[in-house]
């Protein structure tokens, strides 16, 4: 496959969990570094929420340190993104990246999936 295929968004109420997966296998890209990132409604910017390197090695944003989770099945090759005490601050749309280096210019970029969070 040409980009990463994500999938698991949805609506979910504020302090609930949600996962979002993000299938890589056969891919043509790069997978040593993988990860992902958000934009807001109506923002123009995506940011980063986290990575995640091909030794296992994570990084995270401050918005969303220990709510967030990046894990990854190598068998399976599907990255995720475990989201705990969803805040309203929170609903975007997801996108999965993946590449040879950890930087936004080495992305391969998947089309993204909506999370919703609501009062």
């Known amino acids: 496959q040409e980009q990463p295929v994500e999938s698991g968004g949805g609506s979910v109420q504020a302090g609930g969990s949600l996962k979002l997966s993000c299938v890589v296998s056969?891919?043509?890209?790069?997978?040593?570094?993988m990860g992902w990132f958000r934009q807001a409604p109506g923002k123009e910017q995506r940011n980063r929420v986290g990575?995640?390197?091909?030794?296992?090695?994570?990084e995270y944003e401050e918005p969303v340190k220990g709510r967030f989770t990046i894990s990854k099945d190598n068998a399976n090759e599907t990255l995720y993104l475990q989201m705990d005490s969803l805040e309203l601050d929170d609903t975007a749309t997801y996108y999965c990246?993946?590449?040879?280096?950890?930087?936004?210019?080495?992305?391969?970029w998947g089309q993204g999936t909506q999370v919703t969070v609501s009062s």
């Open positions: 990575i995640i390197r091909s030794d296992g090695s994570t």
């Open positions: 056969g891919s043509t890209f790069s997978t040593d570094c």
């Open positions: 990246v993946a590449g040879p280096y950890c930087g936004v210019y080495y992305y391969t």
